[in-house]
């Protein structure tokens, strides 16, 4: 008996295996480590600074100490996420100055065209606390900002900010922070007032 078991053995296994190799492999998608996201409480942003807003209570606000920083330059940073939203505040005094400070927040963005699939822009407007402006969503696996935006009230503020991440870009994996990073921007923007 054994001997039969053997040669069906000896005949069917290579048989078996020789088809089993005949199908077609599907790749399986990359995956990502799941980011758990956490729940937040916004609090007030109210210092001695000619602007003030809410932010979650799982970040940090931190004064820009780079060399190139000017007064009133701050960094909302997220250490759960590694990841920094860089505000940068100019007085205006004229329109001529106004025009500059659009004109640059729009060339910030479209430096981004070259990694970019998709730029979209979207008009912010609070008449009662006189803030008008723009939050631009750029889409692409590699671009280095997911999130920039400007706000202003036509005639003494321009508040500039951009997200950025300590790691490398790839805003694939990093969709779910940057969608709820989004929300906290929508936050600034709802609460923002001019000092």
């Known amino acids: 008996m054994t001997f039969i078991y053997r040669i069906i053995l000896i005949i069917f296994l290579p048989a078996a295996l020789m088809s089993a190799c005949n199908q077609g492999h599907t790749p399986m998608p990359r995956g990502y480590i799941r980011i758990e996201l956490p729940e937040r409480e ?14 979650p209570d799982n970040s940090v606000i931190e004064p820009d100490t780079r060399e190139t920083a000017e007064d009133y330059w701050a960094d909302i940073f997220y250490p759960d996420f590694r990841a920094r939203i860089h505000l940068s505040y100019k007085p205006v005094e004229d329109r001529a100055q106004l025009q500059g400070h659009l004109n640059d927040a729009r060339t910030f963005v479209t430096r981004h065209i070259p990694k970019a ?28 900002t997911a999130l920039q935006f400007y706000a202003t009230d036509s005639l003494n503020h321009f508040l500039r900010g951009a997200l950025y991440f300590n790691v490398r870009p790839n805003n694939d994996s990093l969709s779910p922070v940057i969608d709820h990073i989004e929300e906290d921007i929508r936050q600034l923007f709802s609460t923002l007032r001019w000092n």
Not at 127 to 141: C, F, H, P, S
């Open 42 to 55: 916004y609090k007030r942003f109210d210092l001695d600074y000619p602007y003030s807003f809410e932010h």
């Open 117 to 144: 699939s998709a730029i979209r822009d979207e008009v912010f407007i609070n008449q009662e606390a006189d803030v008008y402006g723009m939050l631009y969503q750029i889409k692409g696996r590699n671009a280095a």
